[in-house]
């Protein structure tokens, strides 16, 4: 399958409606963590797999040739948008210290653009990008990394009362499992907390300790420090 059929059969999967949980983020803020995470836990047993992917900068494009184990959960980089809410999917939105992710950015060539990739860091902080939602998404400068980030999560915040979105803190998931296992239970599985008559503790799921990811970096919290 050629990288333009396998794009374009993971933009029908992660838009039909399927009624598996859709997974959306700012880029380098722990998704394939939370697609790990998420598929283990609730989803054992399920074909999740897509194939082959493209990723990167739009100027910095590269080919996964492995493909994602857990693909079918992915949801977008995208900034959020009522359509997201109007299939039967559940929305997880997974969002990080934005320290952590500019770093990570800066430290993963594949998403920076080729003709900067050997500015320094302070540079790096101060530069608009020139893309949107993901570095594969090519747009006019308006924002450095840091404002994108800010203005991502803020518009994600806003809908965070709707009842088909959970938001989740990358920290948290690492710090506390149990706690964001639970809350994934009741908001989307509610009649497995019913079954097993009580919460999820830590024996009953999979905390997912290994790093993951398109070049994971430090794969911890805080590793901007």
């Known amino acids: 399958m050629n990288a333009l059929v396998?794009?374009?059969?993971?933009?029908?999967?992660?838009?039909?409606?399927?009624?598996?949980i859709k997974v959306h983020s700012h880029p380098r803020s722990g998704t394939h963590f939370a697609l790990t995470f998420i598929?283990?836990?609730?989803?054992?047993?399920?074909?999740?797999?897509?194939?082959?992917?493209?990723?990167?900068?739009?100027?910095?494009?590269?080919?996964d040739d492995s493909g994602n184990?857990?693909?079918?959960?992915?949801?977008?980089?995208?900034f959020p948008s009522r359509r997201f809410f109007t299939t039967n999917d559940p929305v997880v939105y997974i969002y990080r210290d934005g320290r952590a992710v500019v770093l990570s950015f800066f430290n993963t060539e594949s998403f920076r653009d080729r003709a900067i990739e050997n500015i320094?860091?302070?540079?790096?902080?101060?530069?608009?990008?020139?893309?949107?939602?993901?570095?594969?998404?090519?747009?006019?400068?308006?924002?450095?990394l840091i404002q994108h980030w800010h203005a991502h999560v803020s518009a994600w915040h806003r809908y965070q009362h709707h009842p088909k979105l959970l938001m989740i803190r990358y920290e948290q998931l690492v710090a506390d499992p149990v706690a964001v296992a639970n809350q994934l239970e009741r908001k989307f599985f509610p009649e497995a907390t019913q079954q097993r008559g009580r919460p999820l503790q830590?024996?009953?799921?999979?905390?997912?300790?290994?790093?993951?990811?398109?070049?994971?970096n430090a794969a911890r919290p805080h590793a901007w420090k």
């Open 69 to 78: 184990p857990y693909g079918r959960l992915v949801g977008s980089h995208r």
């Open 39 to 63: 598929g283990r836990n609730f989803y054992a047993g399920r074909e999740l797999a897509i194939p082959r992917f493209e990723y990167g900068h739009w100027n910095n494009r590269r080919v």
């Open 6 to 20: 396998a794009r374009r059969w993971l933009r029908r999967s992660t838009t039909a409606g399927n009624g598996l």
């Open 202 to 216: 830590f024996e009953d799921i999979d905390p997912v300790r290994e790093p993951l990811g398109l070049k994971p």
């Open 120 to 144: 320094g860091f302070s540079e790096y902080l101060r530069k608009r990008i020139d893309w949107c939602g993901t570095p594969g998404n090519r747009a006019k400068a308006k924002w450095n």
